[in-house]
């Protein structure tokens, strides 16, 4: 009979392999879609990024979300607490941290509408 070798380190490298794989396509579609909506700035309704209606905005952020709580219920695992509160601390936080991230992105994404890249300056 086969043992899975303690502590699971391999789990904790697939979860950061998932979230830097997923970070890297939001980082790059989020690029594309900017410079897609600053091309056509004429055009009235040319932003391409819209908060909630883009769904593969929204995918590759849950990706990343995914590899979050896979490297932290990883974590955990080698810690040597158990699988379901392992998972169960790794989902509480991880989506309690997405959703203060995502509210972030939209209010920039909002303000990137409004204003422009201008609007992002620090003073």
């Known amino acids: 009979m086969y043992y ?3 502590p699971p380190f391999l789990v904790a ?3 950061v392999f998932i979230a830097v794989t997923c970070g890297s396509a ?3 579609l989020l690029e594309q879609k900017l410079r897609e909506s600053y091309q056509n700035v004429q055009q009235e309704g040319s932003f391409r990024i819209d908060r909630t209606k883009d769904f593969v905005i929204a995918t590759t ?3 990343i979300c995914l590899g979050i709580w896979v490297f932290l219920g990883g974590g955990l695992l080698v810690l040597g ?3 379901i509160p392992s998972y169960g601390v790794a989902l509480l936080l991880t989506l309690f941290t997405a959703s203060l991230v995502w509210d972030q992105i939209n209010d920039v994404l909002l303000q990137l ?4 890249s201008k ?3 620090l003073d």
């Open 119 to 121: 609007a992002l300056e």
């Open 113 to 116: 509408k409004e204003g422009g």
């Open 4 to 6: 899975l070798p303690q």
């Open 81 to 83: 607490f158990g699988i």
């Open 13 to 15: 490298i697939l979860g």
């Open 61 to 63: 952020f849950w990706g």
């Open 26 to 28: 939001f980082q790059n």
